[in-house]
């Protein structure tokens, strides 16, 4: 910075810091005016009701005034609001500033790494070997005359080659050394490069090592003003203006590559040897950003006379062509190459902007809010603090002279004049002795503010070395990192957690002193690995690490300082395959700059919750709210000294104690600078995930390199652990039970030989799903501990559950069917039933495996991962099935109810009144008894188990021991098994006799009577036989029909007859057996009585 910079700021320190309150203004645009603050000549601050801006009165680069706008806890000027254009004119106006000031182009994303394929790219080049002398390459065009020119080219330099080169030669037919590019060694092994243009032969002074890397070399000339440049590298190494000859450059010649042509396109001397590439010429004279996007294999909108091509070019036969690798090494300064946005002026009351370049000075305007601002002023207004005095003391007296006048801190204006590596140490130093000496009354809020300009001003010191610092050693650079980290270390001590709440208005948080200890090192680390290759400076919160390393080597990974308490360190390293990756594009260095923080969680606001959606749960926890529960560790890594991102791995230890009642599901997230800029940022979790959770420590996966930490999802536990056991032991118990209960049910429905219907064949298959998955419910905490054999047991869990529910959705159409008549044949019906049954769960499950493999699982248990959206692969179906199972339910109630109020109606008036409240109640009771567990309707208080742990009880209960329903309701009272079961057992009874006589006669006959017994007939005193036997002429009708299936030679007799009350059908079956007879009912006699009246 110059001095009149220097000493402009120290004026205007002392007139803000002097100043008395603020003259009024006229009222502004914005409608609430507060007026402006006049500074003197060195700028002026316009208040409006939301911001502050502060127009800076002198000239710097964009970097530098971004730099110092930070340093003042504000920002460079955006107008993309009205309220900004009209503090801007308003501003402007007073100060009768009419040139170009520094804006920010805030559509523009900030500088950030890139992908490796465009820090790296790959170019044919060409070869010229240093066996022969005769190489060259021409280029194949026809240039017209010029009265500007540009030519860039990329070399590689032969380190054994000493001599003087050509690089390229232009020559016309009416002059030889038109334009020429030359080169030459000197003695301390350098390459210096001249031009020769129109003849004349320009000074050797522009230069770059002969390290044998490659180098990229800009000329530039033009007629008007006859300045002529040489650029390396992107940097403008020689200049100067004037030639012999003003003239334009002749036209129809010959550019030569390698060779000096002493004659047009002959007479070849002087050779170059190394490889050539990426020629580029224009007919205008590029500026200094445009050689600068250049150099980082940005394209230019500025059409090029010759772009390189090798089919427009002719070598000579010992030219060859190879493939190189280009570092682009500015990718990331993006912003800066492409020129920086201005404001120009103004036109009907709208801004006009233009892109400038960067590294022109010009003035700026710094924005901040209203409330900061004030805030800053009253800070400033303060009382000297015991650190302030001491501080500037040691720095400089005469300012500590100004401050004793103005009883206020001029220290962020002065800082804005550290401009080297010197500077910053002394200030550092200074400001760890005034730490030490002023330990006993500690910082105030005043102090914290100051010390965190300090560390951002010196963040910011630029990284090419000064004349005082050519010849700076590795201990000096050393000592700059170890003060700086001690000052830092300083301010995020704990015991200023309350402090930081006290400045909370002026200073984003503790991850500003984060962000300027990451520019520090990233700044100095060539440096800091120039003698060495690991560095190491460990403070009592602060631990860095900065170790450089081949890349076939890999990564060694960092670890925080141990302690006792725990085993478990916080650690983080760099996958191994992308540092495998970089070596592979053409990296060759690696240097890792690692930090560890463990001081900055009680730094945070407690009662500020950080803002995140929290995780699903199964309803057993309430969520609270989010918070820092870690330290905070950050990896950065440079390959060949630029700056690229990489996937990381990092464990971190749990510091957050857990109270009664409480519970933590940690969260891997990063600090995103860009995410709310005013605020300075906030946490984010886009690209990390959790690899691992284990007691007090959790892994994480995150796909790029910043800083990192665990924040843990605070949630309070609405069951305690006694109930969680309890309703764990209920759940395996009632698995076991219906487990039993649906295998016995299956058995009875297979041995008794229940009558084969669509009903049973239906109950067996929600039988065999329900069941299945019962079993492995009971068996997945035995397979937790192998990751595949959890995620096959959490695949066949998720099929079976997802069968048990399509089986009970085939109930209820069953059901529905049987309500409202259905035209549909039996065997179309089970085929679509079978299809929905299995078919649909195989469906659901093959596609959730597909969309969502490496998140279908959870990490701690072999189930379904309620943390994202897998989950409604299953909840979806299941809230699908219940809702239209509970329609199902609705109508057969309805019609149910219906049914017993036509058979109240039917009753005597006398007891009607007495009975239709029975039988309405009994109506609506019995099916939603019967239907409930078959239907799954049990599974729909799952949703209330969140709000009492009795409703959580309620839940197990009723579908833990679902299987044990079903078979009370399905086997034990169902009366199909129970006339099954009685058929056996009179069946058994009926082959233990055998002495009963066949019957002589069972078809009735004209010619003969029915004689339905022989030797045995029965006896007149059996009630069942004498209804049946009455003499011909009774008013009964009897019918005998041979039934094949007693055999050949049984029967079976129908008789019909009048009875008193109801009508009444028999149906009577003999069967043959042994020479005894036993009675009709022991004999296999089964009666259904059907009353006229209607049952359900």
Request: aromatic residues 10%; charged residues 15%; proline residues 5%.
């Amino acid at each position: 910075m110059t001095g009149a910079l220097y000493t402009g700021l120290m004026l205007f320190s002392i007139v803000v810091v002097c100043e008395s309150e603020p003259t009024q203004a006229g009222p502004d645009r914005t409608g609430d005016s507060y007026g402006s603050d006049h500074v003197g000549q060195a700028g002026l601050v316009h208040l409006t009701s939301h911001w502050a801006f502060q127009l800076i009165n002198e000239s710097l680069t964009y970097s530098r005034a971004d730099s110092f706008c930070r340093g003042q806890f504000s920002s460079i000027l955006t107008l993309d609001q009205l309220e900004d254009r009209e503090g801007a004119r308003e501003l402007l106006h007073q100060a009768g500033i009419h040139s170009p000031i520094w804006v920010q182009n805030s559509r523009r994303a900030p500088p950030t790494s890139v992908n490796l394929y465009k820090q790296y790219l790959k170019f044919s080049a060409l070869n010229f070997p240093k066996e022969s002398r005769d190489g060259f390459s021409r280029v194949n065009m026809s240039f017209p005359a010029v009265s500007s020119i540009s030519v860039c080219v990329r070399v590689q330099w032969d380190p054994q080659w000493n001599d003087v080169s050509t690089i390229f030669s232009y020559a016309a037919p009416v002059f030889t050394n038109e334009f020429q590019l030359r080169s030459q060694v000197d003695a301390q092994g350098r390459i210096l490069l001249a031009l020769i243009i129109h003849g004349k032969h320009l000074p050797y002074k522009a230069s770059f090592p002969n390290d044998g890397a490659w180098h990229q070399i800009c000329v530039t000339w033009q007629q008007s003003s006859g300045r002529w440049a040489i650029y390396v590298d992107g940097d403008r190494k020689d200049m100067g203006t004037g030639t012999e000859i003003s003239r334009d450059i002749h036209g129809d010649g010959i550019l030569i590559l390698g060779q000096d042509q002493d004659s047009f396109g002959g007479n070849f001397t002087e050779p170059f040897f190394g490889n050539i590439t990426d020629l580029n010429v224009w007919n205008i004279s590029l500026e200094a950003r445009h050689v600068r996007a250049l150099n980082a294999c940005l394209p230019l909108t500025q059409e090029a006379l010759f772009s390189w091509d090798l089919d427009h070019l002719s070598s000579h036969p010992v030219v060859r062509q190879v493939e190189a690798f280009l570092q682009c090494p500015a990718v990331h300064h993006q912003m800066e190459l492409q020129g920086c946005k201005t404001l120009q002026g103004w036109s009907d009351q709208l801004p006009l902007f233009d892109m400038t370049d960067c590294s022109d000075p010009l003035r700026f305007i710094c924005r901040s809010s209203r409330e900061r601002y004030l805030k800053m002023k009253q800070m400033s207004e303060s009382k000297p603090t015991s650190f302030m005095t001491h501080f500037i003391m040691l720095s400089n007296k005469t300012q500590y002279f100004w401050f004793s006048v103005c009883s206020q801190s001029v220290f962020s204006h002065q800082l804005s004049a550290l401009t080297s590596l010197t500077e910053a140490t002394v200030q550092l130093d200074a400001c760890i002795q005034a730490l030490e000496d002023t330990q006993e009354d500690g910082l105030q809020p005043v102090d914290m503010v100051s010390l965190i300009q300090v560390l951002s001003m010196a963040a910011d010191i630029p990284t090419q070395p000064d004349t005082y610092m050519t010849n700076h050693s590795l201990e000096s650079v050393q000592q700059l990192s170890l003060k700086f980290i001690n000052v830092a270390d300083s301010i995020i001590s704990q015991d200023n957690a309350p402090k930081w709440q006290a400045i909370k208005e002026v200073v984003n948080g503790p991850m500003d002193v984060v962000k300027s200890i990451d520019r520090m090192v990233t700044r100095l680390s060539p440096r800091l690995m120039a003698e060495t290759n690991h560095m190491t400076i460990h403070s009592p919160n602060i631990k860095l690490e900065v170790q450089q390393q081949n890349l076939l080597e890999g990564s060694r990974g960092f670890c925080g300082p141990e302690t006792d308490k725990s085993t478990s360190l916080d650690c983080i390293s760099v996958v191994h395959q992308k540092i495998q990756g970089l070596f592979n594009n053409g990296r060759e260095t690696l240097t890792l700059v690692n930090t560890w923080y463990g001081s900055l969680r009680p730094l945070f606001n407690p009662e500020e919750n950080i803002s995140l959606v929290p995780t699903v749960t199964d309803g057993s926890q309430r969520y609270l709210g989010t918070v820092l529960g870690s330290s905070v560790i950050s990896t950065t890594v440079l390959a060949d000294a630029e700056r690229v991102s990489t996937p990381v791995r990092f464990q971190l230890q749990h510091r957050v104690q857990s109270p009664i009642g409480t519970v933590y599901d940690p969260v891997c997230a990063f600090w995103d600078f860009d995410l709310n800029p005013e605020a300075g940022g906030w946490w984010n979790t886009k690209g990390c995930e959790v690899v691992s959770r284990q007691y007090g420590y959790t892994v994480c996966d995150c796909n790029h390199t910043t800083n990192f930490a665990l924040l843990l999802q605070v949630y309070e536990a609405q069951r305690n652990p006694e109930n969680e056991k309890a309703l764990q032991v209920l759940t395996f118990i009632g698995c076991g039970v219906s487990l039993c209960g649906l295998l016995f049910t299956f058995i009875l429905f297979i041995a008794v030989g229940v009558p084969k219907s669509d009903r049973t064949t239906v109950h067996k298959n929600l039988i065999i799903a329900l069941g299945t998955a019962e079993l492995l419910l009971m068996c997945s905490d035995g397979a937790s501990a192998n990751e595949v054999a959890c995620f096959v047991v959490t695949a066949l869990l998720h099929l079976f559950f997802m069968a048990s529910f399509t089986w009970m959705l085939v109930e209820g159409l069953l059901l529905w069917s049987k309500v409202v008549s259905v035209n549909i044949s039996e065997d179309r019906r089970m085929k679509l039933y079978y299809i929905i049954g299995w078919g649909l769960p195989v469906l659901i499950v093959g596609v959730t495996l597909a969309v969502s493999v490496d998140e279908y699982k959870s990490d701690d248990h072999c189930w379904l991962n309620v943390k994202n959206d897998t989950i409604w692969a299953f909840v979806g179906p299941v809230v699908f099935v219940l809702a239209v199972n509970a329609v199902v339910l609705c109508r057969v109630v309805m019609v149910t109810v219906s049914s017993a109020r036509r058979r109240a109606k039917m009753l005597s008036p006398s007891s009607a009144s007495k009975m239709q409240t029975f039988d309405l109640t009994w109506a609506v009771t019995r099916p939603v008894l019967i239907l409930l567990p078959v239907l799954g309707l049990t599974w729909l208080c799952g949703v209330l188990v969140h709000m009492s742990v009795v409703v959580a009880y309620i839940f197990v209960a009723l579908n833990a021991f679902q299987g044990l329903y079903i078979f009370l309701v399905y086997a034990v009272y169902n009366s199909e098994v129970r006339n099954a079961i009685k058929r056996i057992k009179e069946k058994r009874k009926a082959l233990s006799f055998t002495n009963c006589s066949q019957p002589t006669s069972f078809l009735p006959s004209q010619r003969a009577p029915v004689t339905p017994w022989g030797r045995c007939p029965p006896t007149p005193s059996s009630p069942e036989t004498s209804e049946t036997s009455g003499p011909p002429s009774s008013t009964s009708t009897s019918l005998v029909i041979k039934n094949e299936s007693f055999g050949k030679e049984s029967f079976v007799s129908f008789s019909l007859k009048p009875a008193s009350g109801n009508q009444v059908v028999q149906l009577t079956g003999y069967k043959p057996s042994g020479t005894l007879c036993p009675s009709p009912r022991s004999a296999g006699e089964w009666r259904v009585r059907a009353l006229t009246e209607s049952n359900l």
